[in-house]
Nanobody, 124 residues
Framework: QVQLVESGGGLVQAGGSLTLSCAAS????????IGWFRQAPGKEREFVAA????????YYADSVKGRFTISRDNAKNTSYLQMNNLKPEDTAVYYC?????????????????WGQGTQVTVST
């Protein structure tokens, strides 16, 4: 079992920045790829970004490419999502998730473990 806890959400003005953290406990963090997803009210959960086990490979949704950066520190059992130039349409609950292997990293159903989510609200 892997337990994931997100933090760092909040209210920010459009154009601002936030950094989300995903702290993991349980099994060896470096055995898992990490994905970030988000879900806005009335919408389905959507992929945001993913990072490979070692952190050498990353993948982003087109909607956040160039604005968001995913990273991980395996020594600290933590993944980060740096979000810059935030837009109102980025408002959502953000979740981190863990899966074995990096294949299908953009598919929510491929992930076995999920955090409880953290709210990000971007005002105009």
């Amino acid at each position: 079992q892997v337990q994931l806890v997100e933090s760092g959400g909040g209210l920010v003005q459009a154009g601002g920045s936030l950094t989300l953290s995903c702290a993991a406990s349980g099994r060896t963090f470096s055995d898992y790829a990490i994905g970030w997803f988000r879900q806005a009210p009335g919408k389905e959960r959507e992929f945001v970004a993913a990072i490979s086990l070692s952190g050498t490979s990353t993948y982003y949704a087109d909607s956040v490419k160039g604005r968001f950066t995913i990273s991980r520190d395996n020594a600290k059992n933590t993944s980060y999502l740096q979000m810059n130039n935030l837009k109102p349409e980025d408002t959502a609950v953000y979740y981190c998730a863990a899966k074995n292997g990096y294949a299908s990293a953009a598919r929510a159903s491929a992930y076995s473990y999920w955090g409880q989510g953290t709210q990000v609200t971007v005002s105009t």
